[in-house]
DNA sequence: GGCAGAATGTAAACGATGTTAACACTTCAG
DNA sequence: CTGAAGTGTTAACATCGTTTACATTCTGCC
């Protein structure tokens, strides 16, 4: 399932760079950063070590570009997750809702797919959080945006927010993906962390 | 200076053990996790490579020693500056400082030893936080404990207090350890969301 | 259409790695 | 003193990332 098929020709598989990126992110999930490896990778796709380096130059790039695919993974999760949302009469409850539904999506994703989570986040060099993570970035800055419109979060609050909401819930995910935090506190820790940063940026 | 001496005889190291967790540490804020190996722990110690295997049963079990032991390290670094901290006449202001010192300690690790920072919480199996760090636990722990005594913050705060800090504060430092915010922002970044946790514990 | 060159694959090899097996010396309890 | 437990070495294995040399296919130009 996870190999492709090779064209008629025994040479050029046509989308050597994407099945490679696929198939690492998948190595990843199995088995964590430590199963993703350049021959592996090929294997997985059908073709031989060397060629992998007409499309990356190292295993490090490889790994930068697999962290980058399951970034964009997490940000549509969220996505996905904040749209299934049911639309509430209370527009702030509304807006409140998607905004927990963003937070408990990242934190969720971390939860269950911990291998994934780690290499998201692997050391990057010279990368803004905004450009780092971009969708997910841009869809917290929306619920935010609302947030003020609604007269819910002060404008002075508006730029250390995402800030503060993603520094505490980053930090959550990454604690309970690093299963730092026994098994049987995790629910309560997760909504004690949550409803602080729901509180730190409605209030006053 | 890393390589310690062996003694008269050819064998029989002496210390293997901790000299080999302390190489394996000073090779990972030299190189990263990826530097980490069991033949450069050996070479470093002057010692073979199978030797280490008396010792560690294979290099994860290496790799949790030095992961513990850099835990270690990190919670006596915050517990020194927080001793640093000046006494003050208004002892709130006191206690306010010494607790901003543990969560700068922290921060300051991480964005002075990333690679250290890294390794320290690499997943490791069945431990919570308590355990999995012990001392700068313990640490912030007497702080909100001091807290709750002067009245600074509310008693029905003081248990979800030490989540809502802990996860704050190491997700700020993973990011800036991750240098997933530009070095330009940090500041601000830093200040915003210790400003941030600190009003969460104390407010209303 | 054919052909040069770019693009993209293979095969073979190199050094370094984690790990194991077989062996040697040291230490120490009896 | 002796044997067993402890602790080190040497040699070897499979696997890894990576490079070099070569083979095949695709592409644009005449």
Chains 1, 2 share one sequence.
């Not at 697999?66 to 949302?85: D, H």
């Not at 609604?150 to 609050?157: A, D, E, V, Y």
């Not at 508006?158 to 993603?166: F, Q």
Request: with cysteine; aromatic share 8%; charged share 25%.
């Amino acid at each position: 399932m996870l190999t492709l098929q090779r064209k008629g020709s025994d040479y050029h598989h046509g989308a050597l760079k994407s099945a490679a990126i696929l198939a690492g992110r998948n190595l990843v999930e199995g088995g964590g950063l430590q199963a993703l490896g350049i021959r592996r990778v090929a294997t997985q796709i059908g073709v031989t070590a060397p060629a992998l380096y007409r499309h990356f130059a190292s295993l490090e790039e490889l790994l930068a570009e697999v962290s980058c695919y399951i970034r964009a993974e997490m940000g549509e999760f969220m996505m996905s997750r904040r749209n299934q949302v049911k639309k509430s009469r209370d527009i702030k409850k509304y807006e409140i809702d998607k905004f927990r539904a963003i937070g408990d999506a990242y934190v969720d994703f971390a939860d269950k797919h911990p291998q994934l989570f780690e290499v998201a986040f692997i050391h990057h060099q010279n990368q803004s959080i905004g450009e780092y993570n971009e969708l997910a970035w841009q869809i917290l800055n929306e619920s935010l945006d609302n947030f003020v419109a609604l007269g819910m979060t002060p404008k002075q609050k508006r730029e250390t927010a995402p800030l503060l909401a993603w520094s505490s819930v980053h930090g959550l995910a990454t604690l309970i993906a690093n299963r730092a935090i026994a098994p049987a506190e995790v629910k309560f820790f997760r909504a004690a962390v949550m409803d602080g940063v729901q509180d730190a940026l409605l209030k006053k």
